[in-house]
């Protein structure tokens, strides 16, 4: 399945709030490409940065990611874990295990609702190469489609050993709800690494932040409106030290039959989503732990979505459909951890 239909799918505006930096003026470095099946941008403030050797040093960092989460490089390590077909453990990097460990935290904890293992699912729900005249999946076909799902019960991560094994010789893995958060925060390491304290990384719409802007004050974030037609800004929120990630349903979907069927799959029901919710922002620790529980969140909806949140203390932010006031009608929800968080 094509990178893109994972992802969180709203690209935050970054608004430099006016203020003022105490010091010399310092210099703004800014750097973008292409990683991952999207786009990067990392703003870095600092004294005396090579803009050269830190722009070698980002594509680096990204490429050794890719090498090792990638699902579009046959060769990575998570593409060559997936093909092959013994049950016996294999080592791992440490960065593999790491990211498979954040997954299966938040898989426990969201009752499997976050799910690595997801490709039959995504196969058979053709998000990828659908055509408009393809069927719905039968109950049949979902049923088997899910004896391949179930991060849980088809892998076994040895932290300790550093060895990862499948209990079924099909089983893949798909890490794209989760390393492109993870390489957000590979790339702010590489930068911490230049004495950068003063940044902003980016990709594809998660990002993590430190210190403060170039005028002095903390990284404003705009979240967008889940408008497909348009990119408007529905909040605009502080974050500063913090990662924040943004999933919504609404750019890749099918319709059939008059029945919209969005790209999140449910990886218990076997399903795509039913329920109002457009797009869940999360801000976190670290970009890593935003970007699953941002796909998370979403999977689960607001109703169940800020039950969790609670039980856990996620920073939280849901935008829901409000069918009864009209097609481009919205509701906005939060948690009491994104309330502290951000003022709203």
């Known amino acids: 399945m094509p990178r893109r239909f994972l992802f969180a799918l709203i690209l935050p505006a970054v608004l430099l709030a006016s203020g003022c930096w105490f010091g010399s003026e310092p210099e703004?470095?800014?750097?973008?490409?292409?990683?991952?099946?999207?786009?990067?941008?990392?703003?870095?403030?600092?004294?005396?940065?090579?803009?050269?050797?830190?722009?070698?040093?980002?594509?680096?960092?990204?490429?050794?990611?890719?090498?090792?989460?990638?699902?579009?490089?046959?060769?990575?390590?998570?593409?060559?874990?997936?093909?092959?077909?013994?049950?016996?453990?294999?080592?791992?990097?440490?960065?593999?295990?790491?990211?498979?460990?954040?997954a299966n935290d938040v898989h426990e904890k969201t009752g499997g609702k976050f799910d690595v293992t997801l490709g039959p699912l995504i196969e058979l729900w053709g998000f990828g190469p659908r055509k408009p005249e393809d069927p719905?999946?039968?109950?049949?076909?979902?049923?088997?489609?899910?004896?391949g799902v179930g991060q849980a019960r088809l892998l076994t991560l040895d932290a300790g050993a550093g060895t990862l094994k499948k209990s079924a010789p099909q089983t893949g893995i798909n890490l794209s709800a989760i390393a492109k958060g993870y390489g957000v925060d590979a790339v702010a390491q590489t930068l911490q690494g230049f004495g950068v304290e003063n940044y902003m990384v980016e990709i594809g719409g998660d990002l993590v932040t430190k210190g403060q802007n170039a005028k002095g004050e903390a990284w404003r974030?705009?979240?967008?409106?889940?408008?497909?037609?348009?990119?408007?800004v529905q909040l605009i929120v502080p974050v500063s030290n913090l990662g924040l990630a943004t999933s919504g349903d609404y750019r890749n979907y099918f319709e059939h039959e008059g029945q919209r069927y969005s790209h999140i799959l449910d990886p218990v029901a076997g399903r795509p989503v039913t329920h109002r919710t457009a797009s869940v922002t999360v801000i976190a620790d670290n970009a890593m732990l935003a970007d699953a529980w941002a796909t998370a969140m979403l999977v689960l909806g607001s109703a169940d979505g800020l039950k969790l949140a609670e039980q856990h203390k996620l920073a939280v932010f849901f935008i829901d459909r409000d069918v009864q006031a009209g097609e481009d009608a919205y509701m906005t929800s939060t948690s009491s951890a994104f309330e502290a968080l951000t003022g709203n």
């Open 28 to 102: 703004e470095v800014r750097l973008s490409g292409q990683t991952m099946g999207t786009t990067y941008s990392v703003i870095a403030i600092g004294a005396d940065l090579d803009q050269e050797r830190l722009a070698a040093e980002v594509e680096a960092t990204l490429a050794a990611v890719n090498a090792k989460m990638s699902n579009w490089d046959p060769a990575s390590e998570v593409s060559t874990f997936s093909a092959a077909r013994s049950t016996a453990p294999v080592r791992v990097s440490p960065e593999f295990a790491h990211v498979l460990a954040a």
């Open 136 to 147: 719905v999946p039968s109950d049949a076909a979902i049923a088997k489609a899910l004896e």
């Open 221 to 232: 974030i705009g979240i967008e409106k889940p408008d497909a037609a348009a990119q408007t």
